[in-house]
Antibody, heavy 125, light 105 residues
């Protein structure tokens, strides 16, 4: 059974930093792209960062570019999100999500999040 | 950026009813749309991927359709456990934009 368990959230002052972790189990972690998706209180979902299998490519949404860094440790089955220069706008539940990619020659890849963790709450105040 | 306009934002229906939720993409995105269900206090759960394919283990009362840049999620014969918030998502580009959500009550 796939399990994703996030940790590292908490209360931090504006301008502060935080490091989130996600421990993965139940699948071959190194074979999958992973993402961090956040949800501000009472709001919708926003994919903030992603990293490919093998850490070849990384993506950061414009809202966090230059402040957040995603990384992974395949030997330990862990995903990380380093967050700095935090603002109140970053207050949210942060979910770790496993990405499934279906590759069909001649077309863009199909992607979806097939497993999610329970999330960790980051409060910037 | 690709915008996903989801409607309605909320919907009330009784158990046993049929409901449809719509997402319209701001540009052509083929069938690169997924649907998720989120129950209160829980993580989202994948229901449908590639616009029409039901995720394994999801009840067959859920279905997805595409017509041009319009995508629909239909739930036939609503069950008590279906009352939740539903999100569409485009994965045509790297932004992976989500719709604003539809709360089904």
């Amino acid at each position: 059974e796939v399990q994703l368990v996030e940790s590292g959230g908490g209360l931090v002052q504006p301008g502060g930093s935080l490091r989130l972790s996600c421990v993965a189990s139940g699948f071959t972690f190194s074979n999958y792209a992973m993402s961090w998706v956040r949800q501000a209180p009472g709001k919708g979902l926003e994919r903030v960062s992603a990293i490919s299998d093998g850490a070849v490519d990384a993506f950061h949404a414009d809202s966090v570019k230059g402040r957040f860094t995603i990384s992974r440790d395949d030997s330990r089955g862990r995903l990380y999100l380093e967050m700095s220069s935090l603002t109140t706008e970053d207050t949210a539940i942060y979910y770790c999500a496993k990405e499934y990619i279906r590759r069909i020659p001649g077309t863009p890849d199909y992607n979806w999040f097939d497993s999610w963790g329970r999330g960790t709450l980051v409060t910037v105040s | 950026d690709i915008q996903m306009t989801q409607s309605p934002s909320s919907l009330s229906a009784p158990v046993g009813d049929r409901v449809t939720i719509t997402c319209r993409a701001s540009q052509s995105i083929s069938d690169y749309v997924n649907w998720y269900q989120q129950r209160p206090g829980k993580a989202p759960k994948l229901l449908i991927y590639a616009a029409t394919t039901l995720e394994r283990g999801v009840p067959s009362r859920f279905s997805g359709r595409r017509s041009g840049t319009s995508f629909t999620l239909t739930i036939t014969s609503l069950q008590p456990e279906d009352f939740a918030t539903y999100y569409c998502q485009q994965t045509y580009n790297a932004m992976y934009t989500f719709g604003q959500g539809t709360k089904l009550e």
